[in-house]
């Protein structure tokens, strides 16, 4: 079992930076792929950013490339993901996902297994 806690969320202007980061606990997480999803009121969850297990590889949405960036320290089984230049438009709850399946990186919410509790991101104008 996997146990995933998302912190870093809050209120910020737009421009502005915030750092999220997903502790994860369990054996073997360390080996696991990765991502960070988003869910803004009314609409579906979408992926972000996902990781793969060595912190090789990494995939990106159009909407954050450029402006995120998805790292993670093995040692301490955590994930990050560093927003520059936020939007108004990336408020919603930010989730943290993980599935051991670490073949190949993975963008659909149905290939995680285990999820975090979500944090607020919210961005003023």
């Known amino acids: 079992q996997v146990q995933l806690v998302e912190s870093g969320g809050g209120l910020v202007q737009a421009g502005g930076s915030l750092r999220l980061s997903c502790a994860s606990s369990?054996?073997?997480?360390?080996?696991?792929?990765m991502g960070w999803f988003r869910q803004a009121p009314g609409k579906y969850r979408l992926i972000v950013a996902a990781i793969n297990w060595s912190g090789s590889s990494a995939y990106y949405a159009a909407p954050v490339k450029g402006r995120f960036t998805i790292s993670r320290d093995n040692a301490k089984t955590t994930v990050y993901l560093q927003m520059n230049s936020l939007k108004p438009k990336d408020t919603a709850v930010y989730y943290c996902?993980?599935?051991?399946?670490?073949?190949?990186?993975?963008?659909?919410?149905?290939?995680?297994?285990?999820w975090g509790q979500g944090t607020q991101v919210t961005v003023s104008s």
């Open positions: 996902a993980a599935t051991p399946d670490n073949t190949r990186l993975r963008i659909s919410k149905y290939e995680y297994t285990y």
């Open positions: 369990g054996r073997t997480s360390g080996s696991y792929v």
